[in-house]
Nanobody
């Protein structure tokens, strides 16, 4: 199993970013997927999850209405669109294979920094 992340970086408050997670080594379309994050000095926080078909999504209250999780099963890729970013969204973001709090494998992580 490989989960290779891209995207992220430095953005000003109110800005937008999109994270991608390219999956290989397993049947991507058969698995729910999640995004989680770890802010500086804090524990792991679940951010969002999507079911295997992409028709059902859930979000943490802290990101609801600002973040959108999606997937393209034809491209074996998971996405996280992040709008209206806040300084408290600063964290290392990870894609994970599996539903919320039940992860089998992880991406390498990507830094998102929201700062003026």
């Amino acid at each position: 199993v490989q989960l290779v992340q891209s995207g992220g970086g430095l953005v000003q408050p109110g800005g937008s970013l999109r994270l991608s997670c390219a999956a290989s080594g397993f049947t991507f379309s058969s698995f729910d997927m999640s995004w989680v994050r770890r802010a500086p000095g804090k524990g792991l926080e679940w951010v969002s999850a999507i079911n295997n078909g992409g028709g059902s999504t859930t979000y943490a209250d802290s990101v609801k209405g600002r973040f959108t999780i999606s997937r393209d099963n034809a491209k074996n890729t998971l996405y996280l669109r992040m709008n209206d970013l806040l300084p408290e969204d600063t964290a290392v973001y990870y894609c994970a294979k599996g539903p919320r709090d039940s992860y089998d494998d992880w991406g390498q992580g990507t830094q998102v920094t929201v700062s003026s």
